[in-house]
């Protein structure tokens, strides 16, 4: 008998188990399951994401659900959209070999009709998010009246983002005889209150930390300008001369062309994406774990099945969409009981994803600042100075000896050190001398340069095309709010917006020009990119008064096709309609 089986589980889910590959059932596995299965009673279970908790409820809902129903037996509420399509394909994998059971997973952002017809054909499970779910339920497009069970997944996350009014409304449209399931990596007050509310006598069971150590990790942030990502990677990399690391970047042609980058400026790196064959993943992984690699640049996907202990360092060179998947980056290293660093390089505009992370795996960032050139080079000469202390002397060198004796006759201790120094030292001052502070300058750095620069007014302006207009429910007032706030800069910063149907202009000090152009940097908002450039022509297309301007005059877009729509850009609701919403990232 296996230990799943011994929990209770029935066959077609121990046939998804060795599916899965899961060999032995974790701490809350072996705890909950056995209870849950044996009656219907309600629990309290303290367990953090990460030590298989979705099995835990999973495997006992899909096992106790009538799957000949179409009936919704099961409602699983969790905190955000990622966990819910998470929780939803965990189960789907759980259920494989259980005929006609139906997941679906309901959560906002998404088609509202789309998911109620997936309700409507039948689901005995449903995972959501509580915001969408009330929404539906008030709605009347799904019915919860009839569950027997109902799982509050991150309970605590729910109610830190606020979802305890919604969480009640959603309960108080469920039976009184059903079992509450309660996960949560902790207990403060309001998650034992709706213990205490909504659950009859809970028993309760505690997990200890999960497995990967994730406490070890220290997480570090280094804002830098978008273009500035490849000079700052490098840089991390010169001032840990010992660095054993894996660098995410989001796809198999950055992860490609970043390796590459690497390698022909002399770093031992190596790439690791699903474009390559299994051989040359092989040869890579090999190279890895004898350490010829240092920097192995990967893709999520790819990097998944790395299963080296001693990482120091995980870079993300870029952020995930995905919260989760940041989670797994960052446990590739502080593995076996060691400590290990994830570095995250980050544009301005990407820092409210920082504060999301930091919230889901409630550890905080610290914010670094790339290394500047002198840094780097007192690193690496420190580096060497060490190295050279350290190197065994070769046994074969002796007989070269004296010849090289010879050469380096009549220099002194002191002076030899220095030359041999200046050798590795040499390259890198060479380098670095002629290099730029990488980080973004603050708003107090900011305000002193346009000090300095005067009243540049006028002439000393920028104007820029935005990919963003009418359309996007934006009018020069919000639209201005908009700019100003994502590339943080002060009141008067940005002036002669001219908003379009489709895209629209504005105008700054050239002071402030990187700054816009570096937060707009591969930018999204609700998942679409939205980019700034420089508009081609200066004078810009903007009546003087920008978007206050009724559009006297027709502009051309930038693919020369009259804009028909200046007439739209009235004053009568400027600043009225209100800025559209931007979603969150994660
Ligand atoms: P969770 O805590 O539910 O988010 O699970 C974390 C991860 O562990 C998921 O990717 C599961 O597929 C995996 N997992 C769950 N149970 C086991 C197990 N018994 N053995 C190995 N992996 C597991």
Redesign the pocket.
């Known amino acids: 008998m296996t230990k799943f089986e011994a929990l209770g589980l029935q066959q077609s889910l121990l046939d998804a188990?060795a599916d899965?590959?899961?060999?032995?059932?974790?701490e809350?596995?072996e705890k909950a399951i056995p209870i849950l299965l044996q009656g219907e009673i309600d629990l309290v279970a303290l367990?953090?994401?990460?030590?298989?908790?979705?099995?835990?409820f999973g495997f006992p809902l899909i096992q106790k659900i009538e799957s000949a129903s179409r009936t919704t037996q099961g409602l699983i509420l969790s905190p955000t959209r990622e966990l819910c399509l998470?929780i939803t394909n965990?189960i789907q994998a759980y259920a494989k070999y259980e005929k006609g059971v139906n997941v679906v997973a309901i959560y906002g952002g998404a088609s509202i009709t789309e998911q109620s017809r997936q309700i409507k054909r039948g689901a005995q499970i449903v995972v959501a998010t509580p915001g969408r779910m009330k929404d539906m339920i008030g709605r009347g497009l799904v019915d919860i009246s009839k569950i027997d069970y109902c799982i509050l997944d991150e309970a605590d996350e729910m109610l830190n983002m606020g979802f305890y009014e919604d969480i009640k409304d959603i309960l108080s449209n469920t039976p009184k005889e059903k079992s509450t399931w309660l996960f949560s990596a902790t207990m403060p007050k309001e998650v034992a209150t709706i213990a205490k509310k909504f659950m009859h006598s809970p028993q309760e069971i505690t997990v200890g930390t999960?497995n990967s150590g994730a406490t070890t990790v220290q997480h570090e942030y280094y804002v830098v300008g978008g273009r500035d990502r490849y000079p700052a990677l490098k840089r991390l990399a010169d001032a840990h001369p010992d660095i054993f690391s894996v660098v995410f970047c989001r796809t198999k042609r950055d992860t490609q062309k970043v390796a590459e980058n690497l390698i022909e400026d002399g770093y031992n790196a190596g790439a690791l994406h699903g474009d390559l064959s299994q051989n040359q993943r092989d040869l890579v992984m090999n190279a890895f774990r004898k350490k010829q690699i240092q920097m192995l640049v990967a893709t999520d996907v790819a990097a998944r099945g790395i299963d080296v202990d001693d990482i120091t360092h995980v870079i993300n060179y870029q952020l995930p969409d995905e919260i989760e998947t940041y989670t797994h980056r960052s446990g590739r290293t502080g593995r076996a009981g060691k400590s290990g660093i994830s570095m995250v390089i980050v544009t301005r505009s990407e820092m409210r994803k920082i504060q999301a992370i930091e919230k889901k795996i409630k550890q905080q960032f610290i914010n670094k600042k790339i290394p500047t050139g002198p840094e780097i080079c007192e690193i690496q000469l420190y580096h060497l100075a060490n190295k050279i202390k350290d190197t065994e002397i070769a046994k074969d060198v002796e007989g070269y000896l004296p010849a090289v004796n010879d050469v380096l006759q009549g220099i002194d201790r002191d002076e030899l050190i220095q030359k041999i120094v200046s050798v590795e030292f040499t390259r890198f001052s060479n380098y670095y001398n002629k290099t730029k502070d990488l980080n973004t300058v603050d708003s107090r750095d900011r305000d002193n340069r346009k000090r300095e620069k005067g009243s540049m007014s006028g002439n000393g302006s920028v104007r820029y095309f935005i990919n963003v207009g009418e359309k996007d429910g934006y009018d020069w007032m919000s639209l201005k709010d908009f700019i100003r706030d994502t590339a943080s800069l002060g009141r008067e910063d940005i002036f002669r917006v001219d908003v379009k149907d489709s895209f629209s202009f504005f105008n700054s000090e050239a002071a402030v020009t990187d700054q816009i152009l570096n937060t707009f940097t591969e930018f999204k908002v609700d998942g679409r990119f939205v980019n700034v450039e420089v508009s081609k022509s200066p004078g810009g297309s903007s009546g003087k008064r920008g978007g206050r301007d009724k559009g006297r005059r027709r502009d051309k877009d930038r693919t020369g096709r009259r804009d028909r729509n200046f007439a739209k850009n009235s004053p009568k609701d400027s600043g009225k309609r209100r800025s559209k919403r931007r979603s969150d990232f994660f």
């Open positions: 188990v899965m590959g899961f060999e032995t059932p974790s809350v596995q367990a953090q994401t990460g030590t298989g908790k979705t099995a835990a998470q965990e999960k």
